[in-house]
């Protein structure tokens, strides 16, 4: 139980365009999603921690126009980074809390992204 | 500030036992979790410890001691394909999640 998962695995987009992120917790439901950022051989770095039916609450630096997140439902959190651009190639990974248990989260297998 | 530390590599060889600290200071405390991450993937759950002591798992353990604010993560019998970065984050009195930078273990034939 408690699978996440991300869609899609890798994008390719050029400069300046708009792309997607979705994650879904398959099997059960969260009250709270996260989204990380990793570039390579770095630490996971907190984006914004989203809480269903409100907004999301991002970290410091993280600039909440450009990196939109929208978590419509108690499986479903998306993150659109909008206006991309090369800098914003990264590893960009979901993750979600469970309601039951050691507050461990569950992490989607990540996106790919790559800005050219 | 919070503060989570742990070494950035360690090798150690196919067979062997190797421990990886991890020493925290944060505001609150929660539980402390081990994550495995290989290259290019997402990082898996391997260990929680929330109370004082030793949790074993098959080749894994994991100990906690929370008045010295310090945790290890024990592998032994290691294989080749445990070769992979190990985090260690405390969830810290908002239930929120403090990231370490991650121990690079490479493991040698």
């Known amino acids: 139980g408690a699978v996440v998962s991300q869609h899609p695995s890798w994008v390719i987009c050029k400069s300046g365009t708009s792309v997607k992120i979705e994650c879904r917790s398959l099997?059960?439901?969260?009250?709270?999603m996260f989204w990380y950022r990793q570039f390579p051989k770095q630490s996971l770095m907190l984006m914004a921690t989203?809480?269903?039916?409100?907004?999301?609450?991002?970290e410091q630096g993280v600039e909440k126009d450009k990196f939109l997140i929208n978590h419509a439902s108690l499986t479903l959190s998306t993150l659109t980074v909008t206006s991309a651009h090369p800098e914003d190639s990264s590893f960009y990974i979901c993750s979600a809390r469970a309601p039951e248990g050691p507050n461990e989260q569950f992490f989607g297998p990540g996106t790919r992204l790559t800005v050219l | 500030g919070q503060n989570i530390d742990q070494p950035t590599e360690m090798t150690a060889t196919e067979g062997a036992i190797v421990q990886i600290n991890c020493t925290y200071q944060?505001?609150?405390?929660?539980?402390l979790f081990w994550y495995q991450q290989h290259a290019g993937e997402a990082p898996t759950f391997l260990s929680y410890?929330?109370l004082d002591g030793l949790e074993e798992k098959g080749r894994f353990s994991s100990f906690l001691s929370r008045s010295k604010g310090y945790s290890y993560l024990l592998l032994k019998e290691l294989q080749m394909k445990d070769s992979a970065s190990y985090l260690c984050?405390?969830?810290?009195?908002?239930?929120?999640?403090?990231w370490g930078a991650g121990t690079k273990l490479i493991i040698k034939p």
């Open positions: 944060t505001s609150g405390f929660n539980g």
């Open positions: 984050a405390v969830s810290d009195s908002n239930y929120q999640l403090i």
């Open positions: 410890n929330v």
């Open positions: 989203s809480n269903e039916g409100s907004k999301a609450t991002y």
């Open positions: 099997d059960f439901q969260a009250t709270t």
